[in-house]
């Protein structure tokens, strides 16, 4: 219960986690400033890595850096994506999260749409086929 | 044996927190979500 208990102690809602996508969701319902390296360790004391992690928050873009509405927080933007100057739901990629002097972001496409289980799988080939 | 635990707690962790078939889905009240990916 470990996780679901950090998260929910963290963010303020109730947590999904999902064995078959090895994946955690949850609603942050108030403003804050995030630690993900205080996540990570928090996760990992579960013996469970963290592989990625995605948030979609108000943010705006300028001058190669991501900032957080209303909490100000920001980040260093990585890759290419055009200024938001009014403030916008984004999905964000987040990386070096285990060291916040490096943390940045990279504007994404909604994770929950891309989901590898609405993929269908491939056809099986036929035995002594080409 | 590391692998075997870190499963066993993901299994329990899902019949915990997940009803079948629920997802959660970000809100426009929300601050913001969070979608985490987990490894073992």
Redesign the interface.
């Known amino acids: 219960?470990?996780?679901?208990r950090l998260?929910r102690g963290r963010?303020g809602s109730?947590?999904?986690?999902?064995?078959e996508m090895?994946?955690?969701?949850?609603?942050?319902?108030?403003?804050?400033k995030?630690d993900f390296k205080a996540?990570h360790e928090g996760?990992t004391r579960?013996?469970?890595?963290?592989?990625?992690?995605?948030?979609?928050?108000?943010v705006m873009l300028k001058d190669g850096k991501v900032t957080?509405q209303p909490t100000g927080q920001s980040f260093p933007l990585r890759g290419e994506a055009a200024d938001v100057t009014e403030p916008s739901?984004r999905w964000l990629q987040i990386n070096d999260w285990t060291e916040p002097d490096r943390t940045s972001v990279e504007v994404i496409e909604s994770?929950?749409e891309s989901s590898p289980a609405q993929t269908l799988p491939e056809p099986a080939k036929e035995p002594g086929g080409p | 044996m590391?692998s075997a635990?870190?499963a066993l707690?993901?299994?329990?962790?899902?019949v915990?927190?997940?009803a079948p078939g629920?997802?959660?889905?970000?809100?426009q009240t929300?601050?913001?979500?969070?979608?985490?990916?987990?490894?073992?």
């Not at chain 1, 219960?1 to 679901?4: E, F, K, R, S, Y």
């Not at chain 1, 109730?14 to 064995?19: K, L, N, S, T, V």
């Not at chain 2, 629920?22 to 809100?27: M, Y």
């Open positions: 219960m470990g996780i679901a998260l963010y109730e947590p999904e986690i999902d064995i090895q994946a955690a969701r949850v609603r942050v319902t108030r403003p804050r995030f996540l996760i579960n013996n469970i890595g963290l592989s990625s992690l995605r948030l979609r928050a108000n957080i739901f994770p929950l | 590391k635990v870190t707690g993901i299994g329990i962790l899902v915990a927190c997940v629920e997802t959660i889905q970000p809100q929300d601050f913001a979500f969070l979608d985490i990916g987990l490894s073992g």
